[in-house]
T-cell receptor, first 113, second 113 residues
């Protein structure tokens, strides 16, 4: 079975400061990892993914994530937060050979002016 | 929200009535998915289909039914057997040709009273 944990329900950061949203996973096999963002009453938007290769993945809107196999983590980062980054963020995992994603429960990011 | 449309955006029904949620995609994707989102619980997979005329149950299929008669369409019926149908429903699709990520529609908020 595969699972994803997002240990923080909410992350608060001031505009201009760096942000980190944490994600850890548990799978049997090679993981494919994803980050999505959701604005209120909207669908999920894809931000970035790790499939293979370089452990540091760059995505949309200046976000990046680092795959750490030994710590089974895939934390989302951004060097300088914007108020417009305030949203609900989901981490998801998929195992090679399977088509379904397992999502974490989400982390609300609040960026204050 | 890409090339996936869900209609309607808001839906109200009386308890005991079946209701069908529409999902259409023009991305030529083989796989389609239905998720349910409740506050604090992330996304949970209801049904998925990897090819026309075939579909599989997800984690919470009880009280739901689907059909996949066309590649572009994957409607979800919420039956009267679903004990707690009020939720935000999201449809997604994926190409599974090296892209791996899923693309989401804008969602339908169903309220049953």
């Amino acid at each position: 079975a595969q699972s994803v944990a997002q240990p923080e329900d909410q992350v608060n950061v001031a505009e201009g400061n760096p942000l980190t949203v944490k994600c850890t996973y548990s799978v049997s096999g090679n993981p494919y990892l994803f980050w999505y963002v959701q604005y209120p009453n909207r669908g999920l938007q894809f931000l970035l993914k790790y499939i293979t290769g370089d452990n540091l993945v760059k995505g949309s809107y200046g976000f990046e994530a680092e795959f750490n196999k030994s710590q089974t983590s895939f934390h989302l980062k951004k060097p300088s937060a914007l108020v417009s980054d305030s949203a609900l963020y989901f981490c998801a995992v998929r195992v090679s050979g399977y088509s379904t994603l397992t999502f974490g429960k989400g982390t609300m990011l609040l960026v204050s002016p | 929200d890409g090339g996936i449309t869900q209609s309607p955006k808001y839906l109200f029904r009386k308890e005991g009535q079946n209701v069908t949620l529409s999902c259409e995609q023009n991305l030529n994707h083989d796989a389609m998915y239905w998720y349910r989102q409740d506050p604090g619980q992330g996304l949970r997979l209801i049904y998925y289909s990897q090819i026309v005329n075939d579909f599989q149950k997800g984690d919470i299929a009880e009280g739901y039914s689907v059909s996949r008669e066309k590649k572009e369409s994957f409607p979800l019926t919420v039956t009267s057997a679903q004990k707690n149908p009020t939720a935000f429903y999201l449809c997604a699709s994926s190409g599974d040709r090296g892209s791996y990520e899923q693309y989401f529609g804008p969602g339908t908020r169903l309220t049953v009273t």
